[in-house]
Nanobody, 122 residues
């Protein structure tokens, strides 16, 4: 069973940066690890994902250029660096895993963390 626990959220001012981390346990040597977010009153959207074995990251059009996803195999974490935060980035950010990798796909993620709140003030 795959378990995911996020950390690193908080309150920041517009223009700042945050690094979110997701600790992964269970068998995730294959498939994809991704980051999603859900803002109040909006649908959940995929932001970034990466092949669970490392490499081949992809990003949403809305966030490309402001985020970077990475794996730390020693710590078993998948990390999301977010730059130039805007108030519109205020949301709950979750990490997730699925059994397959398909570049650009935000579907079929089956294991989810509880999420970490990011609040951006102007």
């Amino acid at each position: 069973q795959v378990q995911l626990v996020e950390s690193g959220g908080g309150s920041v001012q517009a223009g700042g940066s945050l690094r979110l981390s997701c600790r992964v346990s269970g068998s995730t040597n294959t498939g994809s690890l991704g980051w999603f977010r859900q803002a109040p009153g909006k649908e959940r959207e995929g932001i970034a994902a990466i092949y669970a074995g490392g490499g081949n990251p992809y990003y949403s059009d809305s966030m490309a250029g402001r985020v970077a996803i990475s794996l730390d195999n020693a710590k078993r974490t998948v990390n999301l660096q977010i730059y130039s935060l805007e108030p519109e980035d205020t949301a709950v950010y979750c990490c997730a895993w699925k059994r397959t990798y398909a570049r650009g796909s935000w579907r079929d993620f089956v294991s989810w963390g509880q999420g970490t709140q990011v609040s951006v003030s102007s």
